[in-house]
Nanobody, 120 residues
């Protein structure tokens, strides 16, 4: 069982940077894959970035080269470094923990979300 709490959201100007954190409680954090999703106003939730338990990363095309996902297993925390943000990055950012079972992704927990607003 794992519980997730996001932090670090806020208002940022276009071109600026922001770092989101997702702290996990419970056991075996290092065994989970972790991911960040974004839900823009009126739109469905979409995957932004993920990192496996082995540290392999994957990004949505829209954020490649600008966002970096990382994890610190000693701190039970996953981060999303957001650089060169633009208005399309606005939304609620959720982290989730998952495991891969027989080749299928099984989500174990979601955080409550943190709002990111990109505006001048």
């Amino acid at each position: 069982q794992v519980e997730l709490v996001e932090s670090g959201g806020g208002l940022v100007q276009p071109g600026g940077s922001l770092r989101l954190s997702c702290a996990a409680s419970g056991s075996s954090f290092s065994m989970y894959g972790m991911a960040w999703d974004r839900q823009a106003p009126g739109k469905q939730r979409l995957l932004v970035a993920s990192i496996t338990s082995d540290g392999l990363t994957n990004y949505a095309d829209s954020v490649k080269g600008r966002f970096t996902i990382s994890r610190d297993n000693a701190k039970n925390t996953v981060y999303l470094q957001m650089n060169s943000v633009n208005a399309e990055d606005t939304g609620v950012y959720f982290c989730h923990a998952y495991k891969t079972v027989n080749g299928f992704k099984v989500v174990s927990a979601w955080g409550q979300g943190t709002q990111v607003t990109v505006s001048s």
